[in-house]
C-alpha cells in the first residue's frame, strides 16, 4: 500500500439499501438450508451480508423486521406463453395445447397492441406469486419483453420458432416453409441484438418442438445457438401427437432429432418431457440437458412426467407454470404429489426440499444463471421473495419449507424484490397499475375471442 492509498477506517459502516432482520430464511443452499432469525443486507442489487446478527456499525436506507416471515430466493420459472393468458378456463379442459386445439384464438392472430396486454397479465400473474425470473417464449417477443420489463421482473425472453404453417397445426396439417423458418429465427436473433446487453433479460431461443421444425431448420437454430453461447428453449416429448408426427417423419424419437441437429447439450430445456424412453433419459443426462417439468399443465391434461425416471437418470429439472396459472408455490405441490403418486408412497426421494431445487437453483442452473440467482448467498443478486407466514395456514413453524410446499400459497407473498428493487410490496405491484393491467387484457381478450365467435364467450 502507497501513502496516497486511503487507509478504511475499521469501524467504517456498511451501507445497505435494505436489511431484512429477524425472518426465517429458506436458501436453496444446502449447505446453510434454513438460517432462523438471520439478518440479510442488500446494497447495488447484491446480497452483501447475510449471518445470524448484523454488523456491529451499519447504516441503511429501509430496514424492514420480519418475525413469522419466509424468505425465500426468487423463483426461476423458465417455461411460460403469459400470452395465453387469452385461453385461461378453456384451453385446459380442450384436452391438449391452445395451439393444437382448434375452435379457440392462436397466437397467429393476436396483434402487437393484444399482446402487450396480455403479456403484461400473464408476468404479472407469475410476479404476484412469486417468479423474479420469467423465461417467456411466444409471438410479438419484441413487444412482450418490453411489456413485462416494466413490470420489474427478470426476463428469458424467446420468440416462437419455427417453421411449420401453424395456422393449420390445428387442423392436423404439418407444412413446412423455409420462408417462416427464417422470418421467426430471425425475429428471435433480432430480439436477442436488442437485449443482449441489459442486465435482466437473457434472450433464448425457442426451438418450438421437433414436430413443428424440420431437420434442417433444427440444424440451423442448433448452428446459431452455438455461435452465440444461447440457450435452447423447446417442448419435448410433449404429446403422442408430437411422438408419432416425429417418428413419421424420421424413424426417431424427438430427443435423437435433437441430438443429430446438434441441440442436444448442456444449454437445451426440454418442456414437459413425458414421453421419454430410458434411452432418451440417457442421452439427455450424457449431454447434460435439463427437463422443465410442467405438472399441473400436465396433470389436467390427464398425464404426468416419470419425473422419477428422469432425476434418476441424473438429469437436472428445472419446474415452470407453462399457460395456466402463474403460481410457483402450488407448482411445488403438485411436482411432489405426483411423484409420489407414481412412486406409490412418501420416500427421501421426493420431499419438499426436491421441488423448492427444482423450483429454484434447478431453473437457474437450466439457464446457466446458477452463479448469479436461485438461492440466497452472498454475492449473488438479490432476487428475493417474502411470505406471510403468520396466516393459520402457515403456523406452527416447526418445518417452514414443509409448511410452504404443502400449504403455501402464491397469495401468501408480500413482497418481491428483484435485483434489489421492491417490485410488489403488500401483495401488490410496484411499478403498474393493476387494475388497468387486468383491464387492458380483459379488452384484448374479448377481441379475440369475439372475432372466433365460440360458445365461451359472450360479448356485453
Given at each position: 500500500?502507497?501513502?496516497?492509498?486511503?487507509?478504511?477506517?475499521?469501524?467504517?459502516?456498511?451501507?445497505?439499501?435494505?436489511?431484512?432482520?429477524?425472518?426465517?430464511?429458506?436458501?436453496?443452499?444446502?449447505?446453510?438450508?434454513?438460517?432462523?432469525?438471520?439478518?440479510?443486507?442488500?446494497?447495488?442489487?447484491?446480497?452483501?451480508?447475510?449471518?445470524?446478527?448484523?454488523?456491529?456499525?451499519?447504516?441503511?436506507?429501509?430496514?424492514?423486521?420480519?418475525?413469522?416471515?419466509?424468505?425465500?430466493?426468487?423463483?426461476?420459472?423458465?417455461?411460460?406463453?403469459?400470452?395465453?393468458?387469452?385461453?385461461?378456463?378453456?384451453?385446459?379442459?380442450?384436452?391438449?395445447?391452445?395451439?393444437?386445439?382448434?375452435?379457440?384464438?392462436?397466437?397467429?392472430?393476436?396483434?402487437?397492441?393484444?399482446?402487450?396486454?396480455?403479456?403484461?397479465?400473464?408476468?404479472?400473474?407469475?410476479?404476484?406469486?412469486?417468479?423474479?425470473?420469467?423465461?417467456?417464449?411466444?409471438?410479438?417477443?419484441?413487444?412482450?419483453?418490453?411489456?413485462?420489463?416494466?413490470?420489474?421482473?427478470?426476463?428469458?425472453?424467446?420468440?416462437?420458432?419455427?417453421?411449420?404453417?401453424?395456422?393449420?397445426?390445428?387442423?392436423?396439417?404439418?407444412?413446412?416453409?423455409?420462408?417462416?423458418?427464417?422470418?421467426?429465427?430471425?425475429?428471435?436473433?433480432?430480439?436477442?441484438?436488442?437485449?443482449?446487453?441489459?442486465?435482466?433479460?437473457?434472450?433464448?431461443?425457442?426451438?418450438?418442438?421437433?414436430?413443428?421444425?424440420?431437420?434442417?431448420?433444427?440444424?440451423?437454430?442448433?448452428?446459431?445457438?452455438?455461435?452465440?453461447?444461447?440457450?435452447?428453449?423447446?417442448?419435448?416429448?410433449?404429446?403422442?401427437?408430437?411422438?408419432?408426427?416425429?417418428?413419421?417423419?424420421?424413424?426417431?424419437?424427438?430427443?435423437?432429432?435433437?441430438?443429430?441437429?446438434?441441440?442436444?447439450?448442456?444449454?437445451?430445456?426440454?418442456?414437459?418431457?413425458?414421453?421419454?424412453?430410458?434411452?432418451?433419459?440417457?442421452?439427455?443426462?450424457?449431454?447434460?440437458?435439463?427437463?422443465?417439468?410442467?405438472?399441473?399443465?400436465?396433470?389436467?391434461?390427464?398425464?404426468?412426467?416419470?419425473?422419477?425416471?428422469?432425476?434418476?437418470?441424473?438429469?437436472?429439472?428445472?419446474?415452470?407454470?407453462?399457460?395456466?396459472?402463474?403460481?410457483?408455490?402450488?407448482?411445488?405441490?403438485?411436482?411432489?404429489?405426483t411423484a409420489r403418486v407414481q412412486e406409490g408412497g412418501v420416500s427421501d426421494e421426493f420431499q419438499p426440499r426436491h421441488v423448492f431445487h427444482m423450483a429454484t437453483m434447478g431453473g437457474a442452473k437450466a439457464l446457466?444463471?446458477?452463479?448469479?440467482?436461485?438461492?440466497?448467498?452472498?454475492?449473488?443478486?438479490?432476487?428475493?421473495?417474502?411470505?406471510?407466514?403468520?396466516?393459520?395456514?402457515?403456523?406452527?413453524?416447526?418445518?417452514?419449507?414443509?409448511?410452504?410446499?404443502?400449504?403455501?400459497?402464491?397469495?401468501?407473498?408480500?413482497?418481491?424484490?428483484?435485483?434489489?428493487?421492491?417490485?410488489?410490496?403488500?401483495?401488490?405491484?410496484?411499478?403498474?397499475?393493476?387494475?388497468?393491467?387486468?383491464?387492458?387484457?380483459?379488452?384484448?381478450?374479448?377481441?379475440?375471442?369475439?372475432?372466433?365467435?365460440?360458445?365461451?364467450?359472450?360479448?356485453?
Open positions: 500500500m502507497t501513502d496516497s492509498t486511503p487507509t478504511p477506517l475499521a469501524n467504517a459502516p456498511l451501507a445497505f439499501d435494505l436489511l431484512l432482520r429477524d425472518a426465517i430464511f429458506l436458501t436453496a443452499d444446502p449447505e446453510q438450508a434454513e438460517c432462523r432469525g438471520w439478518c440479510l443486507g442488500i446494497s447495488d442489487g447484491c446480497i452483501t451480508w447475510f449471518d445470524r446478527e448484523p454488523p456491529v456499525h451499519y447504516t441503511a436506507r429501509r430496514e424492514l423486521r420480519l418475525p413469522g416471515h419466509f424468505v425465500t430466493p426468487g423463483f426461476v420459472n423458465p417455461h411460460v406463453h403469459s400470452i395465453l393468458s387469452m385461453v385461461r378456463g378453456v384451453a385446459v379442459d380442450l384436452g391438449f395445447a391452445p395451439s393444437y386445439t382448434p375452435g379457440i384464438p392462436k397466437g397467429t392472430e393476436v396483434n402487437p397492441e393484444q399482446a402487450r396486454a396480455l403479456a403484461r397479465l400473464g408476468a404479472l400473474e407469475a410476479m404476484l406469486f412469486g417468479s423474479t425470473l420469467v423465461g417467456d417464449n411466444f409471438v410479438h417477443a419484441d413487444t412482450s419483453t418490453e411489456a413485462m420489463l416494466e413490470l420489474g421482473l427478470r426476463l428469458a425472453p424467446s420468440w416462437r420458432i419455427h417453421d411449420v404453417d401453424f395456422a393449420r397445426v390445428a387442423h392436423g396439417e404439418w407444412n413446412y416453409d423455409s420462408a417462416i423458418g427464417e422470418r421467426t429465427l430471425g425475429a428471435g436473433l433480432a430480439l436477442y441484438e436488442r437485449w443482449k446487453d441489459h442486465q435482466r433479460v437473457y434472450v433464448n431461443l425457442a426451438a418450438h418442438a421437433a414436430d413443428t421444425c424440420s431437420n434442417g431448420f433444427l440444424a440451423t437454430i442448433a448452428q446459431e445457438a452455438q455461435k452465440r453461447d444461447l440457450v435452447v428453449s423447446t417442448h419435448l416429448g410433449q404429446s403422442q401427437v408430437e411422438v408419432e408426427r416425429v417418428r413419421e417423419r424420421t424413424g426417431k424419437t424427438s430427443v435423437q432429432v435433437l441430438e443429430e441437429a446438434g441441440l442436444l447439450n448442456h444449454r437445451l430445456m426440454g418442456g414437459h418431457c413425458i414421453y421419454l424412453t430410458p434411452d432418451d433419459l440417457s442421452r439427455m443426462a450424457r449431454a447434460g440437458a435439463h427437463a422443465v417439468h410442467i405438472p399441473k399443465c400436465n396433470i389436467t391434461s390427464g398425464r404426468m412426467a416419470n419425473t422419477p425416471a428422469i432425476l434418476r437418470a441424473g438429469v437436472n429439472m428445472a419446474l415452470a407454470t407453462d399457460t395456466q396459472h402463474g403460481d410457483m408455490v402450488e407448482l411445488m405441490r403438485w411436482a411432489l404429489n446457466g444463471l446458477e452463479h448469479l440467482i436461485g438461492s440466497i448467498e452472498v454475492g449473488k443478486r438479490a432476487d428475493l421473495v417474502l411470505f406471510d407466514a403468520n396466516r393459520p395456514h402457515l403456523v406452527p413453524h416447526v418445518n417452514p419449507l414443509g409448511n410452504l410446499v404443502h400449504t403455501g400459497q402464491g397469495r401468501d407473498v408480500s413482497m418481491v424484490i428483484v435485483d434489489g428493487e421492491i417490485v410488489v410490496e403488500q401483495g401488490r405491484p410496484a411499478k403498474v397499475d393493476m387494475e388497468q393491467v387486468c383491464a387492458e387484457a380483459e379488452a384484448a381478450c374479448r377481441q379475440l375471442w369475439g372475432a372466433h365467435g365460440k360458445q365461451y364467450w359472450q360479448p356485453h
